[in-house]
């Protein structure tokens, strides 16, 4: 099964479910946004390709990440962590200093959490955002003639994991990229100030089709986007050149960037840093059957929820397979 | 290595490490309370000695049970699933149904998490609960003559899972404390009416001794309890004379019974029910070597700081070693 379908089962299972299907719930009556993900060894990381410091970094930014997703000003973070026998004390405090650094770099406090024996190393990272503006971020407030904009490059990631895990030389920039991701937590900051009603964001942390067809499915609305038009890193073009790759499948499908996607009306794009965001598409009609259309020149590639089920980034296979 | 030792660590390494040390935080500018507990298949259960459902209503009511002992009142979960690949969607789904039921119990909604790969499972939530009262409940506020008083019993969950483990035949009460314990969430708001102080909670998730000597060494004062009075369920003392086990040291080791301990003033006890929480101990002067004293009979046993260390029940050996 995939993680599709569970989350499907756990829908269907729960009486309240209206606080499920974005990156955080938000608590109206606390004012705050949490969320909560999980990474597991040899799933999400292997200890070949990162350290303990870049781990316990990566631990936390994938959860402030869904709070700059949600516009929310991260504040506090619980950490549970599951470790083997067979650690010893410098990893956790090497991972804790990771924990600490980038904690220390976006203003929150670790609150809290366990330890706890295990086969394999798990770090689960709860964090907790205040709301930062009156308006909310959410799936499915895409609205027609919105703007799609981008803060952050797509593909590096992957690259940088691709080159890992094949022993292929790349630029560190891509490595980086993949073991010590920053979320876009200023970018959310800054352009929530300017936002007037609720809008649509998402980070591209299962890539960049796979966060644009969660925004069309969940909007009910068909986006296209100009694949030219998004923002890459020169090194990715270089490392797909030396290695005989398509760089625009990293772009499309590659996973773990942590850019921030937003639909946004047009005049909130015109006051914003145009540095900071890039405008890659819009959002079309209403659409039964939404689907996400990439522009590449002369060539239209529709996806639909076929094709996106078929290709999009599955934790459940696990990116070491 | 053991927890206590990577709980040092971590505290060593934090920058802001004043949240730490009680079983939830206190978050003060937002008026809750969190915390954060993991399950881990073969450390904390074994698919062999529970159900998927129980499962699900244990890993919530770990964390509730924590939100008690900080005398607030449970409001939302966030559940990070981690499954191996051979799981199917009827384990989801009963483990869902027993995360809701217990949910819809307490008035908590589930607002959301994640879902992983892994080898084994591992259940991670996180809670949080509003403040109840004006006062806290913490580890360190345990004064001279404060009661010791508990709601709930001691010994029933170990010997359960001492029955399940060995294959002994053991009555279904003592089975149910272990696989589906309940937390205290209706004491806590009861007797948090009573409160007109700061006070000290505990619940009993790693022993009745655990929870008094992490209160004596928190609050730097030793205490002392008659074993004779602490409430014991009858089928503890029919199952240990049947298995020739002595039933104290199920009443003072054993964990995973989820009571609540406090120490409380003494005219708070005179104005509470006194079916709900049984007096079982007194807090003495301040104290350099804080210790616990368990009177039975005639018979005074010191725990100390060394003996305790020895003896805690330690989730790195793990409760199948």
Redesign the interface.
């Known amino acids: ?1 995939k ?1 599709l ?3 499907k ?2 829908n ?6 209206s ?2 299907g ?1 990156d ?2 938000y ?1 109206e009556d ?3 946004f ?5 990474l ?1 060894q ?3 990381f292997t200890m070949y390709t990162t350290s303990p410091y870049m781990l316990g970094r990566k631990s936390v930014a994938v959860n402030l990440s869904d709070l700059a997703a949600s516009l929310s000003i991260p ?2 973070i ?6 083997p ?1 067979t ?3 410098n990893f ?2 090497e991972l ?2 990771g ?2 650094d980038i ?2 770099e976006y203003g929150v ?12 190393i ?1 770090i ?1 990272v ?1 964090a ?1 955002g205040k709301k930062s503006s009156s308006y909310l971020s959410q799936r499915n407030n895409a609205n027609k003639d919105d703007y799609i904009v981008i803060a952050g490059t797509s593909g590096s990631s992957a690259a940088g994991l691709f080159a890992l895990q094949n022993f292929l030389y790349a630029d560190e920039k891509l490595i980086q990229a993949q073991i010590n991701p920053l979320p876009k937590i200023r970018e959310a900051e800054y352009i929530s100030k300017f936002v007037d009603r609720n809008i649509t964001a998402m980070d591209t942390s299962d890539g960049l089709i796979d966060a644009l067809y969660k925004i069309a499915f969940n909007s009910k609305r068909s986006v296209e986007i100009d694949i030219n038009k998004v923002p890459i890193d020169n090194e990715l073009l270089i490392f797909s050149k030396q290695n005989n790759l398509d760089y625009k499948e990293f772009v499309k499908w590659g996973g773990e960037d942590y850019s921030l996607v937003l639909c946004i009306p047009s005049e909130i794009f015109d006051k914003i840093d145009d540095n900071m965001f890039k405008l890659i598409g819009s959002v079309n009609n209403k659409d039964n059957s939404p689907s996400v259309t990439v522009i590449d020149g002369n060539v239209k590639e529709v996806i639909s929820e076929k094709i996106f089920m078929n290709k999009t980034y599955n ?4 990116i070491l397979c």
């Open positions: 099964m993680e379908d569970f989350l089962i756990i269907n299972t729960l009486d309240v479910n606080y499920l974005n955080c719930a608590l606390l004012g705050i949490v969320t909560h993900d999980t597991v040899d799933v999400h504040k506090y619980t950490v549970s962590l599951s470790l026998n650690v010893e004390g956790v405090s804790y200093k924990i600490n904690c220390n406090a670790v609150i809290g959490g366990d330890i706890t024996a295990s086969d394999k798990v689960s709860c907790i934790h459940f296979k696990g």
